[in-house]
């Protein structure tokens, strides 16, 4: 029989748009995953497995950064695995620690997301500063290009130049506004920028900040969660779907020949397909609709940010800018969207910016945020992500079980 799976802890390294240059990348591995643990209250003995994430958007080896890792948090011999998927690493792993739990061969899993290039060189500033790389060159395909070809969104939905810029400045503008209260963002206490200087960036200031970090959560099988703490949140759906980095070498029709009435579409990075399967397949198995949700975390990068609100069915197709200056992602909104700032504003670890997206949810869901605190009586949260601009996307809704007197 298959096991319900809850998050019972959960734990992450500050201001993750900034470098650590005074850590290793295991001290914050191990800073992130003993804050969860001591969340979780639980002897660390009692983990039975761990999987790790990190970018891997690298030429380097790195078959013993796991072992390396469960030896440095001193569980060492239990077995981990590693993932490597771009920006959707974390999620990855949490769906290999969910599938973990849900087997029965495991009752606690801790599940870490990181990333420091500057001890580890996982190419990632290479790869977002240039194309001239033998990232791109194996692959051939950049995410400069995806992200700029992203920007077809707004030319295929007929999106008017000043709606275009108007959502823009109301999203960037947003994740500032949230990240500037919440203590563990890197925007945290600063000042907004003016509606000029954001205009005068990319994407008018829908641009992620990159930096170092490390994010851990603790999964667990439903009996270890209720005996070990009290209200458990509960992964309730999962929905996971993959392809090529390059929207041109895939092979399956309609991720890049589909709409609402089967007919054909001319290829582009805007449609999101992928996660809308992901967005669909879990709501699928959590038995809910779009409409339940409370929150959603979503990749915040140029154009995507719309492309992923219509991915996840909060609205119609070509409304997203619309559902934005509506104000109905914002905190009072009808689902609130980052509330922790995102990519944008809480800063962007690629291997664990997820599992960031992961903890905010449950941290809203059990009332202990540390920034905004929702007060919308939500019980279902969803984090989606992509990675390698749709070659991997990803679903996981969370939901809070309530005690019954």
Do not use: W
Not at 169 to 195: C, D, G, V, W
Not at 226 to 237: A, L, R, T
Not at 308 to 331: H, M, N, T, W
Not at 359 to 379: F, M, P, R, T
């Amino acid at each position: 029989m298959k096991q319900k799976v809850a998050i019972i802890g959960v734990g992450a390294t500050p201001k993750p748009g900034l470098n650590i240059v005074d850590k290793t990348f295991q001290e914050i591995v191990v800073e992130a995953s003993y804050a969860a643990i001591k969340s979780a209250n639980i002897d660390p003995l009692l983990i039975e497995g761990a999987t790790f994430s990190f970018t891997g958007e690298g030429e380097i080896g790195h078959g013993a950064i796991g072992a390396t890792l469960v030896n440095a948090l001193g569980l060492a011999p239990i077995p981990c695995f590693l993932n490597s998927a771009n920006c959707s690493s974390g999620s990855v792993s949490i769906v290999e620690g969910y599938n973990m739990i849900e087997s029965g061969e495991y009752e606690a899993v801790l599940v870490c997301g990181f990333d420091k290039q500057t001890d580890i060189i996982a190419f990632e500033n290479y790869m977002l500063m240039s194309t001239d790389v033998m990232y791109d060159y194996d692959l051939g395909f950049s995410h400069l290009d995806a992200f700029m070809m992203a920007n077809e969104y707004f030319e295929d939905n007929n999106i008017s130049n000043e709606d275009r810029k108007d959502s823009l400045f109301y999203f960037a503008q947003l994740m500032r506004r949230n990240a500037s209260l919440n203590p563990i963002a890197t925007l945290y206490n600063e000042e907004l920028p003016s509606k000029e200087q954001l205009e005068s960036m990319p994407f008018s200031g829908n641009v992620l900040i990159n930096g170092e970090g490390a994010a851990a959560i603790l999964l667990a099988s439903e009996n270890f969660a209720k005996k070990h703490c009290k209200n458990p949140v509960f992964i309730e759906g999962v929905g996971f779907t993959s392809s090529s980095h390059y929207y041109g070498h895939q092979y399956h029709p309609e991720l890049v020949h589909t709409n609402e009435r089967d007919k054909p579409l001319n290829a582009n990075m805007a449609t999101g397909y992928p996660l809308k399967l992901a967005c669909d397949k879990a709501y699928k198995s959590a038995g809910i609709k779009p409409k339940d949700l409370g929150m959603l975390g979503l990749y915040d990068m140029g154009a995507n940010p719309f492309i992923s609100i219509e991915a996840a069915g909060l609205c119609e197709k070509g409304q997203a800018y619309k559902f934005v200056l509506d104000g109905k992602a914002d905190p009072e909104g009808e689902c609130p969207v980052n509330v922790d700032g995102g990519n944008i504003g809480r800063g962007h670890v690629a291997g664990a910016g997820s599992i960031y997206q992961v903890i905010e949810i449950v941290k809203q869901l059990k009332g202990e945020a540390e920034g905004i605190q929702l007060n919308n009586d939500c019980i279902y949260g969803m984090s989606t992500v992509v990675g390698g601009y749709y070659a991997t996307a990803l679903a996981i809704i969370l939901g809070l079980e309530k005690e019954v007197d």
